[in-house]
Nanobody, 113 residues
Framework: VQLVESGGGLVQPGGSLRLSCAASGFTFSSSHMSWYRQAPGKGRDLVAF?????????NYVESVKGRFTISRDNAKNTVYLQMDSLKPEDTAVYYC??????WGQGTQVTVSS
């Protein structure tokens, strides 16, 4: 079972990034998937969730609603996090999660001018 994140980087405030998480070793379409983030000196917090199946239901932490979009492509075994209107407080390591306890290695997102 493996999750590999990509797409992080340095972006200016107001910019956009798209994170990808490639999954392998399990039945992706049957799995609930999430994105978490961990800022320096803080705990790991849920950012967005998408349920299993083709028409995955989504949920977001209040601070990213209207700015971030989680989606999945079951044919590619990949979950995405589109992040728009980024703010400095979005700076964190972002982790992909297969519910409940499979994690990727994380990808750094830094929002700074």
């Amino acid at each position: 079972v493996q999750l590999v994140e990509s797409g992080g980087g340095l972006v200016q405030p107001g910019g956009s990034l798209r994170l990808s998480c490639a999954a392998s070793g399990f039945t992706f379409s049957s799995s609930h998937m999430s994105w978490y983030r961990q800022a320096p000196g803080k705990g790991r917090d849920l950012v967005a969730f998408i349920s299993n199946g083709a028409g995955g239901l989504t949920n977001y932490v209040e601070s990213v609603k209207g700015r971030f979009t989680i989606s999945r492509d079951n044919a590619k075994n990949t979950v995405y996090l589109q992040m728009d209107s980024l703010k400095p407080e979005d700076t964190a390591v972002y982790y992909c999660n297969k519910w409940p306890d499979v994690w990727g290695q994380g990808t750094q997102v830094t929002v700074s001018s």
